[in-house]
C-alpha cells in the first residue's frame, strides 16, 4: 500500500497518462461479461469431471462387489477394456533358487563399470552381442506391462555425425546459455563439454526413447504409465547387460536433443528421447575420472 | 466479441450491478500504480539473471581456453565451486574384455525374471545377500556423479504393517477416485488391487528415496541434476542383482504414499519415494499373469 502512494505522488503525470490509457481499454470495459464467461467454462469442466469420477467409481465397486473376479470380466458390459488380454494366471516357475554368490559375483561384475568417454573406433563388438543386451533390456518390469520403450542402434557413421552434429549444437548453447553456472561448475571435475568425440568413435550409439502412449491391438490408443521410471529401469538392465558382455558405455541425457534427434531417426511423437548410450571398448590409453563410490552405510538405512 | 454481446443484453442487471461492484473495487482504480511495480520487478529480475548469465560465460571461455584444465582449476578464482574434488584423471582398466556369451547368459538370467505378488512369508533370505544388491545397485552413473539415492531395508514387521497401512490406505483412494477408469481397468489383467498382503508376507522391503539434493563435505547445497533417471537406473540394476541372487521381487510406485512413507521412515525432506520394491522367495502355488513380452523386432529400430 504505501509502496503504491509513493509512487502515486512520485509520477503523477505518468500515472493520469496510463489512467486514460486503461480507461480507453476495451478489455477493462467488459470485465463483468468475460467474468461471468469464466464461470460458464468452469461449471462446464465441472460437470464433466463429476460425470467421469462417477463412471470410474461405478466400474470399481464392480470389481470390489464379486468373490470370481474372473467371472465378473467377461460379464462387465463396459465400452472401458483393458489394453492386456484377460487371461488365467498361470503358475510361476522360479529360475533360480537362492544363489548364495550370486548377488556378491554380480556386484563384482558392476563395480568395474564405468563411464567411458574415450572409444576406439576401431574394434566393432557383433551386433548380436548388442542384440542380447536389448533382449535383456526388455525383459524390465513396467506400469501395467505396457513395454514403453524403443532402442534405436545407430552403426551407420553418417546418421553417428548426424547425432553428434545435433547434440555439438546444442550442447554449445546449454553450456554456455540454458545450464546454470553451479552445473558447468560441477561437471568440471568429470572434463565433460560440448565436444563429444565419442558420438562418433563409439561403434554403436544406442538412443533410448521413452513411449508417452500406444496403441492397442484393436487400434485403440494405450496409456503409458510411469513410462519414464519404467524406460529408466529397462536402461539399468541395459548397462548390466552390456557390462556382462564385456562391452564400455556411456550414458548421457543430452538436454534439448530430443526433437531434432527423433526427427532424424523418424520416431513417431509419442516417443521422447530419455538416454543417449554410446556403447564399444575403451581406447587403449582411456582415463576416466578418480572418483570414489558412496559405500553402503551412506545409500542403505535398515529398519 | 459476439459471445460477450450475446451475454451482456442477457443480463443487463447483472451486468450493472456487477460494474458498480468492480468499479468500487481498489484494485482497478490502482492499475497504474501496480503495472509500474511489476515492471520494477521484472527489470531488477532481469538484471540479475544477466549477471548470472555473464558468470556463466566466463567460466565458461576459461574452460575452454586453456590447455591445461588442471592448472585452470587450481588458479580459478570463482565463488562457485565443484561439488566433486577436482583430481587428474586416472587410467581405466577394464574388468572384461568382450566376453561372447556374457549378453546371452545375461539375457537368460533376466527373462526369468517375474514380478512376484505371493511371497513367501516363512523363508528370509540372509541380509548380506540382500546388501550386496544394494551395493550392486550403488555402481550406477549418475548425473554428475551426484549418487541421489538412499535405499531403505525394511526387515521388522511392525515397520512393514505400518507400511502397509499407509499403502493400501493410499491405494483403496487412488483405485475408487485418483486413478482415471481406463486405468483401473488396464490392471484389471494383472489381478492389482488395493490389498497388499505382500507389504507383509515379504521378507524385505527395500523403498528407494531418489534425494533432489544434497550436501557437500563442507556443508553447501548439492544440487542433483536428473535425479530420478539415474535413481530409476539404480533400480535396473538392483531388479539385475536380486535376479542374480535368485530372489524373486515386485517393483510397485504407490501413488501419494511418498510423503506418509517418509515420514514413518523419518527421512529428510529432500528425499522423495521413487519405488518400493518387495523382495523375497515365492510362496509355492505363486500364480503371475500369463503375460508375453515383446520381441526385439518391436522394441529395437537399426539406423
Chains 1, 2 share one sequence.
Not at 548364495?100 to 576401431?122: D, H, Q, T
Not at 563409439?202 to 513411449?211: D, E, M, T, V
Not at 521422447?272 to 552405510?297: F, W
Amino acid at each position: 500500500m504505501c509502496f503504491v502512494a509513493y509512487r502515486s505522488t512520485v509520477f503523477p503525470q505518468l500515472q493520469s497518462k496510463m489512467e486514460a490509457l486503461l480507461s480507453s481499454c476495451k478489455l477493462f470495459k467488459h470485465w463483468p461479461s468475460i467474468l461471468l464467461g469464466l464461470l460458464v467454462a468452469l461449471a462446464i469442466k465441472y460437470i464433466k469431471t463429476y460425470r467421469k469420477r462417477r463412471l470410474r467409481t461405478s466400474s470399481w465397486e464392480q470389481l470390489e462387489g464379486t468373490e470370481n473376479v474372473a467371472v465378473e470380466f467377461t460379464l462387465a458390459d463396459s465400452a472401458i477394456q483393458p489394453a492386456l488380454e484377460e487371461k488365467p494366471h498361470v503358475p510361476f516357475v522360479p529360475g533360480h533358487n537362492l544363489n548364495p554368490n550370486g548377488g556378491r559375483r554380480f556386484y563384482e561384475l558392476m563395480r568395474g563399470r564405468r563411464s567411458v568417454r574415450a572409444f576406439n573406433a576401431n574394434i566393432k563388438p557383433p551386433i548380436d552381442v548388442v542384440e542380447d543386451c536389448i533382449r535383456a533390456a526388455g525383459t524390465a518390469p513396467s506400469g501395467a506391462h505396457t513395454e514403453p520403450w524403443t532402442f534405436c542402434v545407430v552403426e551407420q557413421l553418417a546418421v553417428k555425425q548426424s547425432v553428434r552434429e545435433i547434440v555439438e549444437h546444442e550442447e554449445q548453447i546449454n553450456y554456455s546459455t540454458r545450464m546454470h553456472a553451479q552445473w558447468v561448475t560441477d561437471l568440471r571435475p568429470l572434463h565433460t563439454n560440448a565436444v563429444k568425440p565419442y558420438l562418433t568413435d563409439a561403434p554403436y550409439l544406442i538412443l533410448i526413447f521413452k513411449q508417452t502412449h500406444g496403441t492397442t491391438t484393436d487400434g485403440r490408443k494405450k496409456l503409458h504409465y510411469y513410462n519414464e521410471i519404467s524406460t529408466s529401469i529397462a536402461a539399468g538392465i541395459l548397462l548390466c547387460a552390456l557390462q556382462a558382455a564385456g562391452l564400455c558405455s556411456l550414458v548421457t541425457t543430452p538436454l534439448n536433443c530430443g526433437p531434432a534427434l527423433r526427427r532424424l531417426l523418424e520416431r513417431p511423437t509419442n516417443e521422447k528421447l530419455l538416454i543417449l548410450l554410446a556403447v564399444g571398448y575403451a581406447e587403449d590409453n582411456c582415463k576416466v575420472p578418480d572418483l570414489e563410490r558412496k559405500g553402503l552405510q551412506s545409500i542403505m538405512v535398515k529398519y
